[in-house]
């Protein structure tokens, strides 16, 4: 079967392949900016559960603060990324693409501060260290295709690379080499070192 063509998948910022639950937290990118960076991240709440409606509550001001004790660490965040990968490949959409979601927080890459204004947030089910699943980095690399086919990516970086020493995910257990490999981009588009921990073909 060939693939499916990239262009023919957006309505405006909105990916038809991606389950669409629309985010209250979000705003306007600011003027010229150029959308060249997929940020990648890793969540699971309460922190290494996995299949649960929590991160999607988060995500739309939904979640009751109260149902987990860990809750009460995060409560009142107003926070969003663009797209939500879980374990088993579902791909989640949150956010306009064309739009500036609220990731990345303070934060530096390729000589730019402020990489909420010009990035793709992507968020994977899991645990920051532990390692991600078959089906997501599959997931992953067709979404980073369709991105570059609509917007100007030249680099894709961890939360850990772009706010260094204030976040570390997704952390030692995502294969960057796996990633890089999967798409067939240069080097250059990716952190140095690339570090994973999945053996090939896992």
């Not at 209250?24 to 900016?33: E, I, M, T, V």
């Not at 970086?157 to 997704?170: C, F, N, S, T, V």
Request: glycine share 10%.
């Amino acid at each position: 079967m060939p693939p499916e063509s990239p262009a023919a998948s957006w309505t405006g910022g909105w990916l038809a392949a991606a389950r669409h639950c629309p985010s209250p937290n979000h705003g306007l990118r600011p003027d010229g900016a150029q959308i060249d960076l997929i940020v990648l991240h890793s969540i699971s709440l309460p922190p290494g559960v996995y299949g649960g409606p929590e991160v999607e509550q988060l995500f739309t001001n939904t979640l009751n603060w109260d149902a987990h004790p860990y809750f009460g660490q995060i409560r009142g965040m107003e926070v969003s990324a663009h797209f939500f990968i879980r374990r088993d490949g579902e791909l989640v959409q949150f956010v306009d693409a064309d739009a500036r979601a609220w990731h990345a927080g303070a934060s530096c890459w390729r000589g730019r501060d402020n990489c909420n204004d010009d990035s793709i947030g992507v968020e994977l089910e899991g645990l920051e260290g532990e390692t991600f699943e078959a089906a997501q980095y599959a997931t992953l690399s067709r979404l980073c295709q369709q991105l570059q086919a609509r917007y100007p990516v030249a680099h894709v970086a961890g939360h850990e690379h772009i706010a260094p020493g204030r976040k570390l995910d997704p952390g030692p257990g995502f294969d960057w080499a796996r990633l890089q490999r999967a798409l067939g981009w240069s080097l250059a588009f990716f952190p140095e070192p690339m570090t994973g921990t999945n053996p090939p073909g896992a």
